[in-house]
């Protein structure tokens, strides 16, 4: 493993408890800095005053080291502080943030969790008000869609090195809520004693990063935590809206191609003169269909009407159409010699009426129950697979 | 002409004669490119200031007289004060649009804020009053009081500014992620109203 420790740019101290050399790498709003050899907190801000004390000195795992730079995004960063934390409910769930600085860009987090790498933003652009009284499970922000993951959950302070813009103590506790959205994003409201802050979180490829710090990247630099996924993985919440995104168009796939198959036929008989025929719904689901079709001449006389029981709750003619239910709208096209009509009914038993010149034509009258109309179901499909794309495409952009 | 933005008026440096383009007729304050010599302007008259400031060169997104784009608009920054807090600074440049509005852009270690000056409704004595975490009458949270100590300006300014010059700011948020900036100087309450803006999406122009 190479590193590249900056060299400009530094200005040089000692600790005022151990008199170890500390290095000055950040800008002026780094306000301490943790010796790393006796892990004293130091106060830029007052003489590098002694502020706190961390008990614990064992440096956790991790590929990055304080003074290293690399480009991301365009930008050079110099890490110049280091903090882990650990969840209070799980406390072998720890993960890594490098603080790092930029003099144009100013401050951010390379966060290093089970092998994953995120570059993590702090946004003052975020309605807190607003959120602070909802605290909604799904919210917007600058045109990204996150979703709320799972609960509020709580972390502390395990191990602080280097520069901070901010006094980090042993044991410090924060509650966060993390807001997932695609493209590998993450909205994190985080809040402790004194503030409640928002950071703006995007994963990065591990391999570019490893690169960028000059760190050697083969299977040897995975973790024994690497171990169980690899950097392919996606973020549960980009993994749940993909699997929508697949799923859904699969499950309208199979919904149309059952439809096929789905339907049954409850009456299927031509004729020539005027019919009275009973038939009976079992199935409510989906739709009934009733297909009318003629062959020969007089298909304006032919008439339909539909009854359950002595209420006539459907009628048809080439002029108008009427359904007890709802407004059908038009009726059969004057120059069609077929017309299929798709009704709700309850299930029960029914009779139909077909009126017409006996002997001009020969009517067929089919109708099934437990229809999909899969026109429909195509529409529904191709406007699904539309809004979906829309975010992906964006975040692609 | 700098991409879109046109030179309003030109006037010659009274120290060593040599021109000065301003971009933004309405200019009281500009730095000679040449000999770095202050000069105020007053009625069409020029005139030297006792003292000049040199900054020291930093690292920065934004240059003088350089366009940059932000949201599909682009800015010409023409002037900069440099203010000190103790171990750092920030800056605040003054800029136009191509429509001539003016804005000024504040910039400390990454947080970039964009604001317009706006009438102010405040008054002086509310700077004795207001803490961080306070909510004022109309409802803004304060996040941020301090004192800022000029180091200095480069460039042109539609305000008079001295080296070593004080004032008292503070820092209010609104519901809606707005930004207002009140600060108290020798001529009173002066009110910004901008937002926050990321530095990621200051792109270059041209």
């Not at chain 2, 010599?37 to 240059?63: K, M, Q, Y």
């Not at chain 2, 800022?148 to 539609?158: I, K, R, S």
């Amino acid at each position: 493993m190479s590193e590249q420790i900056v060299s400009d740019s530094v200005s040089a101290i000692k600790c005022t408890n151990c008199a170890a050399p500390l290095n000055i790498l950040g800008g002026g709003r780094v306000s301490t800095v943790t010796c790393e050899y006796c892990h004293s907190v130091l106060d830029l801000n007052d003489n590098y005053a002694v502020l706190s004390k961390f008990e614990k000195v064992k440096r956790p795992l991790g590929p990055f080291k304080i003074g290293m730079r690399g480009n991301i995004k365009g930008v050079e960063w110099t890490i110049i502080g280091w903090v882990t934390y650990k969840t209070i409910e799980f406390s072998d769930e720890e993960w890594n943030e490098f603080f790092l600085y930029s003099p144009t860009h100013g401050y951010a987090w390379l966060v290093y969790e089970d092998g994953k790498i995120s570059l993590s933003m702090k946004v003052r652009d975020f309605d807190l008000f607003s959120w602070k009284v909802k605290k909604p499970k799904t919210l917007f922000y600058k045109k990204g869609h996150y979703i709320l993951d799972d609960e509020s959950y709580m972390f502390y302070i395990d191990y602080v090195e280097g520069e901070l813009n901010w006094v980090a103590k042993f044991g410090d506790k924060f509650t966060c809520w993390d807001y997932n959205g695609v493209g590998y994003r993450s909205l994190s409201i985080e809040k402790n004693i004194n503030e409640l802050e928002v950071f703006h979180t995007t994963k990065l490829n591990k391999k570019d990063i490893y690169s960028a710090f000059n760190l050697e990247y083969s299977s040897k630099s995975k973790t024994r935590k690497d171990e169980t996924f690899s950097d392919d993985d996606e973020s549960p919440s980009v993994f749940n809206i993909n699997k929508i995104f697949f799923i859904m168009p699969l499950l309208l796939l199979i919904l149309a191609f059952s439809s096929l198959f789905y339907s049954k036929t409850v009456y299927d008989t031509s004729y020539r003169t005027n019919q009275k025929e009973n038939f009976s719904i079992d199935s409510s689901a989906f739709l009934t269909s009733i297909k009318i079709s003629v062959s020969g001449v007089g298909t304006a006389n032919n008439k339909l009407s539909l009854y359950k029981g002595d209420e006539k709750i459907f009628y048809i003619d080439k002029q108008k159409v009427f359904f007890i239910k709802k407004d059908i709208g038009k009726s059969w096209v004057s120059n069609a010699i077929a017309v299929t009509i798709y009704l709700k009914l309850d299930k029960g038993r029914y009779h139909f009426i077909g009126e017409k010149n006996p002997n001009q034509s020969i009517t067929t009258v089919k109708i099934e129950q437990q229809v999909i109309r899969t026109n429909y179901l195509i529409y529904a499909l191709i406007l699904f697979v539309f809004l979906l794309s829309i975010p992906y495409f964006k975040e692609r952009e | 002409m700098t991409d879109g933005f046109t030179v309003e008026k030109s006037i010659n440096c009274p120290q060593c004669g040599d021109t000065l383009p301003l971009y933004f007729k309405h200019v009281k304050l500009v730095q000679c490119l040449s000999c770095k010599s202050t000069i105020f302007l007053e009625n069409e008259a020029t005139r030297l200031a006792g003292d000049s400031s040199v900054l020291a060169p930093e690292i920065s997104l934004i240059h003088l007289n350089v366009p940059f784009g932000y949201e599909h608009k682009s800015y010409l920054p023409l002037g900069k004060i440099r203010y000190s807090y103790g171990r750092g600074f920030w800056e605040e440049w003054w800029l136009k649009d191509s429509e001539g509005n003016e804005y000024w852009l504040s910039i400390d270690e990454g947080d970039f804020v964009l604001e317009q000056k706006v009438d102010s409704r405040y008054s002086r004595e509310l700077f004795n009053t207001l803490n961080v975490g306070q909510v004022t009458f109309d409802n803004l949270i304060v996040t941020e009081t301090g004192m800022a100590t000029c180091e200095g300006f480069e460039g042109a300014l539609p305000k008079t500014v001295t080296k070593g010059d004080t004032y008292l700011y503070t820092h209010l948020s609104g519901k809606d992620a707005s930004l207002t900036t009140l600060e108290l100087g020798k001529d009173g309450v002066e009110t910004y109203l901008g937002k926050w803006i990321s530095p990621f999406d200051i792109k270059k122009v041209g």
